[in-house]
């Protein structure tokens, strides 16, 4: 078997090969991205700026006990009510919870050992979303980003294709998903709705029923003739004007966009595409997810929300929650394989933070943060792993420990964005995207 050397950035031998001299040669991050996305392509395989992403944010903190790191040989009140099965993959075993995720194993990674300090919903939310620590206690109600979301980023550096918008979200924001002093035109495209509905539509993306296409343009023509009001640039505060016309023309855009009306239109899909996912709200959100990335959207998190099991974790898991993710996932990540479509889409599935090792006297298990599993697949992720340990309580990360900071930069080097770079806010001030950490080289093959 060949073995890749790394070096402390995760670079490996071959890479400096590929890329000739790099740095003493005077390249750029940008121009040894474009050098790598030449040989990815030479290769078959997608390029960084050609990757998509489905984020599945179960909001809460999804317990990893019940889910990809079950404790068989712990003690009843740590290891709970379930069972462990083998997965597909030799030596790797998942909780009876995911029996279809076990049995397409070999089709995706599980991360075991990310973590960090922050046991507040809101806190853990904005340091997963963004790779920063929030720079004050969050509490568990509050919804703010002191940082740019990675979503915020994606779209900043792409920003609008075929009309489509290249961050979306559904059925509703995140608590840290926004793009702070990026500007408000690179905050999420919600999409609300049940798309399970057979009336199921997105609103703003058509015209009304009472206007024509002749219509349409004669009052776009009508408001640029009508809005002489001048727009002020500086370096540190643009003119919010800026803000309003870009919200405006993407608007346009998607209502004129051929490609977002059929993305949007999930009847298109055969019976059985749709039933693969399942017929739920969260099923079928997934479902569209694939569509959208399918047509050019760089970013899209279904928020799953529900996570926060205090009381009776074992029957809500086994009633409601898991078999929807569980067939949901595990359809999504079968349909985009089968599509050719892994290869350049990456589907994390993930929350704020993990539970607790012990179950509580509800019944239920409480905020832990030192230990979390993410599912992680295509876009160069190894195929039928796990990567990293908690301890035998599961209690916290044992073995190849990472932080969100290394979360965050694995996600933007597979998407070809600098995760050191400086950004300016709107203030002037320069704040790096992530403050240290790496990527973790194993997520990458």
Not at 375 to 381: D, E, H, N, S, V
Not at 387 to 405: L, M, Q, R
């Amino acid at each position: 078997m060949s073995r890749t050397n790394y070096n402390c950035a995760g670079i490996g031998r071959r890479d400096f090969i590929q890329l000739g001299l790099g740095s003493a040669l005077g390249l750029g991050f940008s121009d040894i991205l474009h050098l790598r996305a030449a040989a990815a392509a030479a290769k078959g395989k997608a390029s960084p700026e050609g990757i998509r992403v489905i984020m599945i944010w179960l909001d809460g903190g999804p317990t990893h006990y019940e889910t990809f790191d079950p404790k068989p040989d712990a003690p009843s009140d740590i290891r709970g009510e379930f069972k462990p099965i083998r997965s597909n993959v030799p030596g790797i075993q998942y909780c009876e919870t995911v029996p279809r995720l076990s049995a397409i194993a070999d089709k995706f990674t599980v991360v075991r050992s990310i973590c960090h300090q922050d046991p507040n919903h809101g806190g853990g939310n904005h340091y997963m979303m963004t790779g920063a620590p929030t720079p004050v206690p969050v509490g568990c109600g509050a919804f703010v980003t002191f940082h740019p979301s990675m979503g915020s980023m994606v779209s900043h550096q792409r920003g609008v294709r075929n009309g489509l918008p290249a961050y979306v979200t559904a059925p509703s924001e995140t608590r840290s998903a926004g793009p702070n002093f990026l500007g408000a035109q690179h905050a999420p495209f919600v999409i609300g709705g049940d798309p399970s509905n057979r009336n199921f539509k997105v609103r703003d993306v058509v015209l009304p029923n009472d206007i024509s296409d002749g219509r349409a343009t004669t009052r776009q023509k009508l408001r640029k003739s009508l809005d002489r009001l001048p727009r002020l640039r500086d370096s540190v505060a643009e003119d919010p004007l800026f803000g309003f016309d870009s919200f405006y023309n993407q608007g346009i855009e998607l209502v004129a966009s051929r490609e977002a009306q059929a993305a949007f239109n999930l009847s298109l899909e055969p019976d059985h595409v749709r039933s693969l996912y399942g017929m739920s709200d969260f099923g079928q959100r997934l479902l569209l997810a694939r569509r959208l990335v399918e047509v050019g959207v760089s970013w899209v998190t279904c928020n799953y929300g529900g996570w926060d099991h205090h009381t009776n974790i074992f029957k809500t898991l086994k009633d409601s929650a898991m078999p929807k993710l569980d067939q949901g996932l595990a359809g999504l990540i079968t349909d985009l394989d089968q599509r050719g479509l892994l290869d350049s889409t990456l589907v994390i599935c993930l929350g704020e933070f993990g539970r607790t090792p012990v179950v509580n006297k509800d019944g239920g298990r409480d905020h832990w943060p030192h230990a979390m599993s993410v599912l992680m697949a295509g876009a160069g992720c190894p195929r039928g792993a796990v990567i990293g340990a908690t301890d035998w309580k599961g209690a916290y990360a044992d073995e190849n420990i990472h932080s969100p900071e290394d979360f965050a930069c694995t996600i933007y080097k597979k998407l070809g964005i600098d995760p050191h770079q400086l950004l300016i806010t709107n203030t002037g001030r320069p704040v790096s995207l992530v403050s240290g950490g790496e990527p973790i080289k194993e997520l990458f093959v």
